[in-house]
């Protein structure tokens, strides 16, 4: 199970921390990833972590970044200089397994809820 939180209102150039919490005890094995998904449009690949290696979206320009806690079972996604494009419906990811596919949605088996974030200008 995956849980986000932290999702909010924020004002363009913000900064905003989403966090994942996972059930389960084979969490550090696990690929983890975040997408986001505007209104009107398709899921897409924000970032991913498999041990410690990192992934990001081309138009994340450094300014997220993805971390782990493995004692803690959570993922976090550190967002800086928001932007009106980054307001989405946030979703934390698990993968059982690394793949170079890890930025395609059908490669995670299991899904948040979602967690909500809204960026005003």
């Known amino acids: 199970q995956l849980v986000e939180s932290g999702g909010g209102l924020v004002q363009a150039g913000g900064s905003l921390r989403l966090s994942c919490a996972a059930s389960?005890?084979?969490?550090?094995?696990?690929?983890m990833g975040w997408f986001r998904q505007a209104p009107g449009k398709a899921r897409e690949f924000v970032a991913a972590?498999?041990?410690?290696?990192?992934y990001y979206a081309e138009f994340v320009k450094g300014r997220f970044t993805i971390s782990r806690d493995n004692a803690k079972n959570t993922v976090s996604l550190q967002i800086s200089s928001l932007k009106p494009e980054d307001a989405a419906v946030y979703y934390c990811?698990?993968?059982?397994?690394?793949?170079?596919?890890?930025?395609?949605?059908?490669?995670?088996?299991?899904w948040g809820q979602g967690t909500q974030v809204t960026v005003s200008s």
């Open positions: 990811a698990a993968d059982r397994q690394y793949s170079a596919s890890y930025y395609r949605v059908g490669e995670y088996d299991y």
């Open positions: 389960g005890r084979t969490f550090s094995t696990y690929v």
């Open positions: 972590i498999s041990g410690s290696r990192t």
